[in-house]
């Protein structure tokens, strides 16, 4: 038998995980444990880079000149030391 741990969540956590497992035992039609619910949390976890958004961010021409205009004049306060 496995080696198994015992850990306390609270009900708020404990009802969305039973959530989560639910939706995934849906999309892989087949039963789905809290164990196997966590691993695929987790899988996902530390897979997203700040590149891997790249583009998500939709913004018009005016939007993006009025954030690089205010980042202008805020770099033109700064004084080197």
Do not use: C, Q
Not at 31 to 49: F, M, P, Q, Y
Not at 50 to 74: N, Q
């Amino acid at each position: 038998m496995e080696n198994t741990k015992t850990i306390k969540i609270s009900p708020k956590v404990y009802a969305e995980l039973k959530a989560f497992t639910s939706i995934l035992s849906e999309r892989l039609t087949r039963h789905v444990t809290i164990n196997d619910a966590l691993e695929d949390l987790l899988s996902h976890a530390h897979k997203n880079k700040p590149s891997d958004f790249t583009g998500a961010w939709v913004m018009s021409d005016e939007e993006e000149k009025e954030i690089k205009d205010s980042l202008k004049e805020l770099w033109s306060t700064w004084k080197l030391v």
